[in-house]
């Protein structure tokens, strides 16, 4: 597995403030291609250099992209790096017209910076919207600032509804290596990073578009948490992952990746949702716009692959991939502020304002893809007005489940 390794800049973003400061990181940063075992192989390609995680050594020998040996050029990169034989022995091979030149590392460093740090920050842009560029089309939702200030909005929720915790997992007062898998916008990286000076944090996503400046104990990287991790080596004390419904099309493998890189006697957490709204005193009609849409939109995310719902799996994947000492939590989020206790009406707001504020790129990133009938543009604008009526009735009392699910690494 390859992966683009993001490190803190020089922009002096805020990641404090929910949001301020937000932008896209207009990154200037020092790069690292990681993977496990194998060597990071790049290719070569119009737009520069693109991140290959998906060619094993022998593939890449026999990549008809790179050219023969004969025809050196942009697409025929040596492999000097890749043993292919115990008997033939790693070497690299000194370039010393670069070596031989007393000036520092200039130019031809940051021409490789900027032609990676295209092929992640390329970022599309469909109807206004902004998507991610590393591994395009995979995930469904925008990452623009839009997006940025829901995934913010939605933290506050989850940290209020879970009682002002990050976690429920018994993880000790000092722990050591700790993962964000699919961290977003890196909020919770940042607020566990300050809270545990102890632990080096890593925070990875399909997006960098987290901000530049971070507590000294946390790095965001690019990467694909559906591809071979390659942490084996280096297992982590803590692996963290939040809402990733709608995001992740193999969770068993996702389970037994992460328990293959936990220490012995380590913990996972999963923090999800299943995102189908429903009331429990019936007052969410069948036909209302606010029901068609999690039908509608869930249900096109669904046929794609990818649960909409694994807050309610996450504890027998976790037994299935062999953690012990498993606990699951469920908790009730309504939407809106239509709950009599204090603090679920507060949790009613939050989540009404990440719905409202996350509506139009749900419905963008799923209904066009619908079947058998993909939505139009315009189709889905007048939905999204009937949705926002629904959403501000006090009438409909919807309701979600939210899951935090935490199991132990055996010690053996
Ligand atoms: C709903 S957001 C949640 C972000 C964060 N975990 C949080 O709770 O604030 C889902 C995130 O998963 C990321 N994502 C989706 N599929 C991914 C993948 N295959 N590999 C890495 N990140 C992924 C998206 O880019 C997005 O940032």
Redesign the pocket.
Known sequence: MAACWIRAGMLPTNYYGYANGRSTPAFKFSFYLRHGTEPAITNTTDKGYTLRSDLSPDMAKNDSTRGSDSEPGPSSATVDFIADSASNPLALEIDWSTTDNDSAYGDEVSTYTCSITSSVMDFPEIEGRRY?AY?QG??A?P?DEEENER??I??AL?YTAMGGRLFYAPIGQSPQRVL?????????AMDFADEFPSAQVLG????P?QPTLVPPNLEFIV?????EWGYEHQPFDFIH????????RDWPKLMRQALECTKPGGWVEF?DWDTFLYSADNSMPPDSAINRFHQMSGGAREAMGYSMCPGRHLQRWMTDAGFINISCTKILLPLGPWAKNRQAKKIGAYNLLQMQQGLEGILLGTLPHAKPRPWSNDEIMVFLADIRKDFQNPKIHGQYDFYVVYGQRPMA
């Open positions: 991610h591994r995979r995930y939702l990452n995934l913010d939605h933290h989850i964000d898998i699919a961290t977003g916008t890196g909020i919770w990875n996503d399909l997006s578009t990467d694909d948490v559906e591809d992952a939040r809402f990733l419904a709608g995001a992740i923090q």
